[in-house]
């Protein structure tokens, strides 16, 4: 069975800590997603990558970073995590099936004290 | 925004009854889809439904879209307390990017 896996389900953080969110997919996938998703706003895109080492800013890219370094592994990196961006994380992933179908992974939910 | 709207925000069945769900959007798309969340996890598509199309059937799903009134609808017959999720529709516009909406939470009672 295809996956998207989240490193870390749950995590707690301090407010100036850097944070590493690691998601990997076993699908040969070009294109994966990170996503955050928070009560009545739903699902908002930080950043997008077509293809190793490429990256492209979502809607909301502010106050994180991305590393696509291999094609199976994008890592989102919050610099300097503040309490706003306490949140339900999710990478997806997508081949080049035509159909614009996203994998997601379980999902990652971050805590900034 | 283009993000989809989901209505209505919260519904409850009891088993056995049909869960309807709808989706406002607000520009053309190439397709719409429908995913489901079960609570606390990620995401998961369940079908997907080409501009040119009307309706679609899987199983117990069973999506409509209307391109005129730039709405789509997600029925799920026979409800089961398995079926107790969130539902998202999330449309593809002339770019890569899927736009979602902010879901409906369906509560199936035994």
């Known amino acids: 069975d295809v996956k998207v896996t989240q490193s870390s389900r749950y995590l707690v953080k301090r407010t100036g800590e850097k944070v590493f969110l690691e998601c990997v997919q076993d699908m040969d996938h070009e294109n994966m997603f990170w996503y955050r998703q928070d009560p009545g706003l739903g699902l908002r895109l930080i950043y997008f990558?077509?293809?190793?080492?490429?990256?492209e800013k979502g809607d909301i890219p502010e106050g994180y970073s991305v590393s696509r370094e291999k094609k199976e592994r994008f890592s989102l990196i919050l610099e300097s995590a503040s309490t706003n961006q306490t949140s339900m994380y999710l990478c997806?992933?997508?081949?080049?099936?035509?159909?614009?179908?996203?994998?997601f992974g379980a999902g990652s939910r971050l805590t900034v004290l | 925004s283009q993000q989809g709207e989901e209505d209505p925000q919260a519904l409850s069945i009891q088993e056995g009854e049909n869960a309807t769900m709808n989706c406002s959007y607000k520009t053309s798309i190439n397709n719409l889809q429908w995913y489901r969340q079960n609570s606390g996890r990620g995401l998961v598509h369940l079908i997907l439904?080409?501009?040119?199309?009307r309706e679609k059937h899987s199983g117990r799903l069973r999506v409509t879209l209307d391109t005129s009134k730039k709405s789509s609808s997600l029925l799920i017959t026979a409800s089961r307390a398995a079926d107790t999720a969130s539902y998202f529709c999330?449309?593809?516009?002339?770019?890569?990017?899927?736009?979602f909406g902010t879901g409906t939470r369906l509560q199936v009672f035994p």
């Open positions: 999330a449309t593809s516009y002339n770019t890569d990017k899927l736009i």
């Open positions: 990558s077509y293809d190793v080492k490429m990256k």
């Open positions: 997806a992933s997508r081949g080049f099936s035509g159909a614009n179908v996203l994998t």
């Open positions: 439904i080409r501009s040119n199309e």
